[in-house]
C-alpha cells in the first residue's frame, strides 16, 4: 500500500522509519496537506496529514477524485477533518488517539511555572549579567485554585500534578468526571470555575461549542490577575478578547502552546520574514505573555507512539481489518 505522508519534519521520518515495515511504502512530503498540495496525493492509496493540514470539503473531494479511501492523523484532534463530507466521499478518517498524555501535561506545567517564577525573564538577564531581582517577584502554587476545563486524559493528568503542588483542583468537564471524586477534584459548573480559580487551564477539544469560549463575557467572569494556560487548540481563545483582557491587566498572565490562526506560521522558520498577522504580533509583545510553537506534544515517546499507532492503523486497513482509532461522523 503507497502512503503519501505530508507535513513531514526530518524528525517525523526519523520516527516513522523506526515502524516502517513491507506492509507499507511511505513517501514524505514537505508541504502540508491542502487544497493546492492534494495533487500530491495521486497515484497514492492512502494518506497522511498532521494538525494544521486543511482537510476540508475541497481538499477532502480531491483525494476522493484520486482515489485516497484512508486519511491517518498523526495526531489526536480531528477539528481540521471535515467528518462529513469524509463520510459522503466514502474517506476513513483514523487518528492516534493519545501519544503521550504526560508530554503535554509536563509542558502545561512547564508553562505555568516558567510564567510564575518569570524563567524566561531570568534566563535572559543573567545572561547579560544582570542579577537584579526586580520584576521577577513569582507567587507560591501552594493553596491556589486551579480550574481544569475538559477532565480527560490530559486534564487529569495536569490536576494531579497540580494537587502535589498543594492546590486546589476545580473540573469542568459536561460529562461526570467519574475519578475527580476519588481524587479529591472538585467538578463544578463552569461560572464557578472562571469565579474561583487563580489558574486556569484548557484541555478540551475544540468544537461548535468550545469554539472561542474563553470570550469577553467568559474573561469577565475571571478573578482579576489570573493565569490562563491554553495546550488545547488554539480556537478555544477569542484572541482579540484576550488582548483586550491583558492591555486592562484583568489577566495577569498567558501560556499558549496553540493559536487559533497558528496554522500560517507554527512547525515553520520565520525568523527572517515578516509576520503578517498583528493579533499574533501584539500577543508577544506583553511582558506576561508566554508563547511556545505547539510543542507540548513534542517528545521522543510520544513521536514514538505516534509513528507506531500511524503505521497500525494503516495497516489494519491495508487488510480490511476493524478500524479502532476510526473517528466518525455523527451529529
Ligand atoms: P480527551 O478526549 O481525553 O479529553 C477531552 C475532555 O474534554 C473529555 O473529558 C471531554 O468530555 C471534555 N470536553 C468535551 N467537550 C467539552 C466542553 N464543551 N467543555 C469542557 N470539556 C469538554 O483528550 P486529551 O487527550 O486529554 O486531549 C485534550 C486536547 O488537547 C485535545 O482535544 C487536543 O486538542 C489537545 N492536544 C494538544 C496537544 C499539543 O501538543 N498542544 C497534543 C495533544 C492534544
Redesign the pocket.
Known amino acids: 500500500m503507497k502512503v503519501a505522508i505530508f507535513s513531514t519534519k526530518p524528525y517525523d521520518k526519523e520516527a516513522l522509519r523506526h515502524y516502517d515495515n513491507d506492509e507499507v511504502d511511505l513517501s514524505y512530503f514537505e508541504v502540508p496537506l491542502n487544497i493546492a498540495t492534494a495533487h500530491y496525493a495521486q497515484g497514492f492509496d492512502a494518506v497522511s496529514a498532521f494538525v494544521n493540514d486543511d482537510l476540508g470539503e475541497a481538499t477532502l473531494a480531491k483525494l476522493a477524485e484520486y482515489g485516497i479511501r484512508l486519511v491517518a492523523l498523526r495526531?489526536?484532534?480531528f477539528n481540521n477533518v471535515d467528518l462529513e463530507a469524509a463520510a459522503k466521499l466514502d474517506i476513513k478518517i483514523v487518528r492516534v488517539p493519545?501519544y503521550s498524555?504526560y508530554a503535554?501535561a509536563e509542558h502545561t506545567i512547564g508553562l505555568m511555572l516558567a510564567l510564575s517564577r518569570k524563567l524566561y525573564k531570568a534566563y535572559n538577564r543573567v545572561r547579560e549579567g544582570n542579577f537584579s531581582l526586580n520584576g521577577l517577584l513569582g507567587f507560591d502554587f501552594h493553596g491556589k485554585t486551579v480550574g481544569i476545563?475538559?477532565?480527560?486524559?490530559?486534564?487529569l493528568l495536569v490536576a494531579e500534578r497540580l494537587k502535589a503542588f498543594g492546590c486546589e483542583i476545580l473540573v469542568?468537564?459536561?460529562?461526570l468526571c467519574k475519578s475527580c471524586e476519588e481524587q479529591g477534584f472538585k467538578q463544578v459548573p463552569l461560572e464557578q470555575l472562571y469565579a474561583e480559580s487563580h489558574i486556569i487551564s484548557l484541555?478540551?477539544?475544540?468544537?461548535r461549542?468550545?469554539q472561542n469560549m474563553i470570550n469577553e463575557d467568559a474573561l469577565d467572569q475571571m478573578r482579576a490577575n489570573v493565569m490562563l494556560i491554553n495546550?488545547?487548540?488554539g480556537g478555544l481563545i477569542d484572541t482579540r478578547a484576550l488582548i483586550k483582557a491583558l492591555k486592562s491587566r484583568k489577566v495577569g498572565y498567558v501560556g499558549l502552546?496553540?493559536y487559533e490562526e497558528e496554522g500560517a506560521l507554527f512547525f515553520e522558520d520565520h525568523s527572517n520574514d515578516i509576520i503578517l498577522d498583528d493579533k499574533f504580533e501584539r500577543l508577544l509583545t506583553f511582558p506576561n505573555v508566554l508563547v511556545t510553537g505547539?510543542?507540548?506534544?513534542f517528545t521522543h515517546e510520544a513521536l514514538e507512539h505516534i509513528a507506531e499507532t500511524t503505521i497500525q492503523n494503516l495497516i489494519a486497513f491495508k487488510y480490511q481489518r476493524k478500524l479502532d482509532n476510526e473517528i466518525s461522523f455523527s451529529k
Not at 476545563?149 to 486534564?155: Q, T
Not at 505547539?294 to 506534544?297: D, E
Open positions: 495526531c489526536a484532534g493519545a498524555p503535554v476545563i475538559g477532565a480527560g486524559k490530559i486534564g469542568y468537564d459536561p460529562f484541555h478540551c477539544p475544540l468544537t461549542q468550545t495546550t488545547g487548540r502552546d496553540v505547539h510543542q507540548a506534544y
